[in-house]
């Protein structure tokens, strides 16, 4: 079975997912990939990776879109997009529309607790930097892009990086280091703005160990603390019977950058619950690669 043949396991609500078919993936569409790169070492843990997929026709340095994958911050893998979507369908769109897409993995919350996961997003930004050149990349035209629990990571990645004093403590000096973590622009699918309302179902109920027990981690990586007027252009979109993160997480986010001067756009699909289930979701990847087109 090759990774594009897997199919969505029917409709409606899906039953946690013990394990994934093997697949046998043919890569993607018209790029050139570099898979497993290794973007930070971490004592203790396994090789922290991402893959990245350049147009094969590229002439000259293209622009990078940084795609997260959500579960919660508990699950998730940067090779699958969710289940109900055509497998590799974001990746391809992004390639065909003449951009690179590096998916990354990041520490789980059974692997650490925040800001960990933020830790090793900001890192992946930075490691892409570094190495934009040989990767045929251009550093200056960088985008984040993540569903559900994806989209608050991409979302603190490019609040934090465009913000004058970020807070180093979320941002940490994992892999290369350093380097600058600001974006051009960012696509946040259906993503939390704060976390207190979910801090009971972190780490088995224990919202302590979720957040190595620093209560104040809650407020900080809460999106919508981080906002300010610098922040890049933004792209939410949400469906309006989300019945695991509400829309109304979307629009607090939304009026929170408005209110600040930054530019941001609210699309809302009625009908539409977590992962879009309920409405089609090409439209949605469409429109998504559409306004990181015209930004990056």
């Known amino acids: 079975m090759d990774i594009v043949d897997l199919a969505p ?37 396994r090789p922290m990776v991402l893959d990245l997929h350049v147009p094969e026709d590229a002439s000259g340095p293209v622009p990078v879109v940084v795609w997260v994958h959500g579960g919660g911050w508990t699950e998730g893998d940067r090779r699958y997009l969710p289940l109900q979507w055509r497998q590799n369908s974001v990746f391809e769109k992004v390639v065909a529309a003449g951009m690179a897409v590096a998916t990354v993995d990041y520490r789980l919350l059974e692997d650490a607790p925040f800001p960990a996961c933020v830790h090793d997003c900001v890192a992946a930004v930075r490691y892409l930097r570094r190495h934009a050149d040989e990767l045929g990349l251009d550093p200056a035209r ?76 809650v407020t900080a990586l809460s999106p919508v603390t981080q906002v300010h007027p610098a922040a890049p252009p933004v792209l939410l979109v949400h469906g309006r019977a989300d019945a695991l993160v509400p829309v109304g997480e979307s629009e607090r986010l939304h009026a929170a950058l408005l209110a600040s001067g930054a530019d941001s756009t609210l699309e809302v699909t009625d009908g539409a619950d977590h992962c879009f289930v309920g409405a089609p979701v090409e439209p949605h990847l469409d429109r998504a690669v559409t306004f990181l087109s015209e930004r990056l």
């Open 9 to 45: 396991p029917g409709e409606g609500p899906f039953p946690p997912a013990s394990f994934l078919p093997p697949v046998s993936s043919r890569g993607v569409a018209g790029a050139r990939s570099w898979t497993g790169l290794t973007y930070a070492i971490v004592p203790g843990h």
């Open 142 to 217: 960088v985008g984040v892009w993540g569903e559900s629990a994806g989209a608050h990571l991409a979302s603190m990645v490019a609040l934090l990086g465009s913000a004058p004093h970020p807070d180093a403590r979320l941002l940490g000096t994992l892999g290369v280091g350093d380097g600058p973590v600001d974006v051009a622009a960012a696509v946040l699918f259906y993503g939390p703005a704060e976390l207190d309302w979910i801090v009971g179902l972190f780490a088995a109920g224990d919202p302590a160990a979720a957040f190595g027990g620093d209560p104040t981690l």
